[in-house]
């Protein structure tokens, strides 16, 4: 087990070595220099202005050395400015990772709830297949953000029962909540799919083994028999759909959050990228890749966990 994790992080490191170099060539190639922006913004700066800042901040310099001086800052713990917020880059990073956490950790609960309840269910009772798969295949064709619209619609325009968007300043835990439900519903709704058809799936062919029959035959209650042995055999490809739904709802967070106006990683990716603020827009895609990676290892180890004999 620390053989996999020690791999994997050495795994990780060149991910996001070579993620972060693709990602500062590509904002590289993209139009709108921030000194171009800003002389356009100010007639009073000339040229030899823009010259002098460009000195100044090392955008003279090679692509090469500019990314090596940024990755070098970087794992000194030096983020950086945020050019659209006017402060550290830091500043703005971590609340809103820690947003996006809380928004990611009860989505991916609450459609893990779910989808592996509405699967087995689906699995065990005669007839019930055909409505949970038929329920799985509305979810996955249901768009997030549509889904994030007509939930503002009914329950916040026409009940007036939760708020539209945005986060709770203060009020406690309660009206914390009451701004979480909805993006947390989206995203639960159109996730809960995949959890549905993989547990529908793995129980089925689970139910089916001769040990299933022996508990029964021994007299153990249903209850027991489904959860205690056939779902322990039928989790471990689930735990692998948990890793994928990370990852999934990493990057359907930066939908949801926008249509709610929620402060996380994703709004904040798409407001920097937006307002030409590369620095910060490059570390939340890393921070974003990073909490998708650290998924996947969970998720490995998880799997390790239940069935011993992966690890070998």
Same mark, same amino acid.
């Given at each position: 087990?620390?053989?996999?994790?020690?791999?994997?992080?050495?795994?990780?490191?060149?991910?996001?070595?070579?993620?972060?170099?693709?990602?500062?060539? =590509?904002?590289?190639?993209?139009?709108?220099?921030?000194?171009?922006?800003?002389?356009?913004?100010?007639?009073?700066?000339?040229?030899?202005?823009?010259?002098?800042?460009? @000195?100044?901040?090392?955008?003279?310099?090679?692509?090469?050395?500019?990314?090596?001086?940024?990755?070098?800052?970087?794992?000194?713990?030096?983020?950086?400015?945020?050019?659209?917020? @006017?402060?550290?880059?830091?500043?703005?990073?971590?609340?809103?990772?820690?947003?996006?956490?809380?928004?990611?950790?009860?989505?991916?609960?609450?459609?893990?709830?779910?989808?592996?309840?509405?699967?087995?269910?689906?699995?065990?009772?005669?007839?019930?297949?055909?409505?949970?798969?038929?329920?799985?295949?509305?979810?996955?064709?249901?768009?997030?953000?549509?889904?994030?619209?007509?939930?503002?619609?009914?329950?916040?325009?026409?009940?007036?029962?939760?708020? =539209?968007?945005?986060?709770?300043?203060?009020?406690?835990?309660?009206?914390?909540?009451?701004?979480?439900?909805?993006?947390?519903?989206?995203?639960?709704?159109?996730?809960?799919?995949?959890?549905?058809?993989?547990?529908?799936?793995?129980?089925?062919?689970?139910?089916?083994?001769?040990?299933?029959?022996?508990?029964?035959?021994?007299?153990?209650?249903?209850?027991?028999?489904?959860?205690?042995?056939?779902?322990?055999?039928?989790?471990?490809?689930?735990?692998?759909?948990?890793?994928?739904?990370?990852?999934?709802?990493?990057?359907?967070?930066?939908?949801?959050?926008?249509?709610?106006?929620?402060?996380?990683?994703?709004?904040?990716?798409?407001?920097?990228?937006?307002?030409?603020?590369?620095?910060?827009?490059?570390?939340?895609?890393?921070?974003?890749?990073?909490?998708?990676?650290?998924?996947?290892?969970?998720?490995?180890?998880?799997?390790?966990?239940?069935?011993?004999?992966?690890?070998?």
């Amino acid at each position: 087990m620390v053989g996999l994790v020690l791999g994997r992080l050495g795994q990780m490191v060149v991910t996001l070595v070579i993620v972060s170099a693709l990602v500062w060539l =590509a904002m590289d190639l993209m139009p709108g220099d921030p000194l171009d922006l800003a002389m356009l913004s100010d007639p009073a700066m000339g040229a030899a202005d823009v010259a002098r800042m460009r @000195a100044l901040h090392g955008l003279d310099q090679p692509l090469y050395q500019r990314y090596l001086a940024w990755a070098g800052a970087v794992l000194r713990g030096d983020f950086g400015y945020s050019r659209l917020y @006017a402060v550290r880059a830091a500043q703005v990073l971590w609340p809103a990772l820690g947003s996006t956490l809380v928004l990611l950790g009860w989505a991916l609960a609450l459609s893990a709830v779910l989808g592996i309840g509405a699967g087995v269910w689906g699995a065990v009772r005669r007839g019930a297949a055909p409505v949970a798969d038929g329920a799985a295949i509305l979810a996955q064709s249901v768009p997030s953000f549509w889904l994030g619209i007509m939930f503002i619609i009914v329950f916040a325009v026409g009940l007036g029962w939760l708020p =539209a968007g945005g986060s709770a300043e203060a009020g406690g835990v309660l009206e914390a909540a009451r701004f979480l439900a909805l993006p947390v519903a989206t995203l639960a709704v159109v996730n809960a799919a995949a959890y549905l058809r993989h547990s529908m799936a793995a129980m089925q062919h689970e139910m089916a083994q001769p040990y299933v029959r022996t508990a029964r035959m021994k007299g153990l209650p249903p209850r027991a028999v489904i959860w205690g042995h056939a779902f322990r055999n039928a989790a471990i490809p689930v735990v692998t759909v948990a890793a994928l739904d990370a990852g999934a709802l990493v990057s359907g967070a930066l939908v949801t959050e926008t249509i709610f106006a929620r402060p996380g990683m994703g709004k904040l990716i798409y407001d920097s990228i937006m307002g030409n603020d590369y620095n910060l827009a490059l570390l939340a895609l890393l921070l974003a890749g990073l909490v998708t990676m650290l998924a996947t290892l969970a998720a490995d180890v998880a799997q390790r966990l239940i069935d011993p004999r992966l690890a070998g």
